[in-house]
T-cell receptor, first 114, second 113 residues
Framework: GENVEQHPSTLSVQEGDSAVIKCTYS??????FPWYKQELGKRPQLIID?????GEKKDQRIAVTLNKTAKHFSLHITETQPEDSAVYFC?????????????FGTGTKLQVIP | DSGVTQTPKHLITATGQRVTLRCSPR?????VYWYQQSLDQGLQFLIQ???????AKGNILERFSAQQFPDLHSELNLSSLELGDSALYFC????????????FGPGTRLTVT
């Protein structure tokens, strides 16, 4: 089955700096890669996603890059703000004849220091 | 608010018991997914339903079962509960059956004593 590794497990950055979270996946059939932000005690919220036919996607301060050959994808947050502090999860999803399986990474706890 | 609702919010029960968690998807969404999140751990995919049919299974124990009803709400049944089943259980919904964004409900916190 799919295996998704996520690094680092914790990340502290100064406000205004950039943060990068990396994930690798094992199943070459995976073709949809969402990122979720989960604040303490709250639900995961989709913040950005990318499909395998795209190499990069950007939404304001957030960007995701995908390298299918190397089977890794990354989340980039620029100009970090204290409200970016949360746990971020990557996920890899494959579609096999209408059957979708989603595998999540183990999460990165991001702390933005004011 | 994602539009996905889950009940109950909290559930405390004893080992060996059986509980049912309920999820109502966003209006128009046909897929429902169930996830388990243990303390300080990531999200484990349990099972997916699409328009009433089971579509994918993840790490779901045999003691757990789920179904999706004609009105598209879903229930997750957990039986013969063990201490290790204590976790947050999330459901999520999406419009289609594959490769699209999922919207999570607020979760049900299950405590088994």
């Amino acid at each position: 089955g799919e295996n998704v590794e996520q690094h680092p497990s914790t990340l502290s950055v100064q406000e205004g700096d950039s943060a990068v979270i990396k994930c690798t996946y094992s199943d070459s059939a995976s073709n949809y890669f969402p990122w979720y932000k989960q604040e303490l005690g709250k639900r995961p919220q989709l913040i950005i996603d990318i499909r395998s036919n795209v190499g990069e996607k950007k939404d304001q301060r957030i960007a995701v890059t995908l390298n299918k050959t190397a089977k890794h994808f990354s989340l980039h947050i620029t100009e970090t703000q204290p409200e970016d502090s949360a746990v971020y999860f990557c996920a890899a999803s494959s579609d096999s004849g209408g059957y979708q399986k989603v595998t999540f990474g183990t999460g990165t706890k991001l702390q933005v220091i004011p | 608010d994602s539009g996905v609702t889950q009940t109950p919010k909290h559930l405390i029960t004893a080992t060996g018991q059986r509980v049912t968690l309920r999820c109502s998807p966003r209006s128009g969404d046909l897929s429902v997914y169930w996830y388990q999140q243990s303390l300080d751990q990531g999200l484990q995919f349990l099972i997916q339903y699409y328009n009433g049919e089971e579509r994918a299974k993840g790490n779901i124990l045999e003691r757990f079962s789920a179904q999706q009803f004609p009105d598209l709400h879903s229930e997750l049944n957990l039986s013969s509960l063990e201490l290790g089943d204590s976790a947050l259980y999330f459901c999520a919904s999406s419009q289609r059956d594959t490769l699209n964004e999922q919207y999570f409900g607020p979760g049900t916190r299950l405590t088994v004593t």
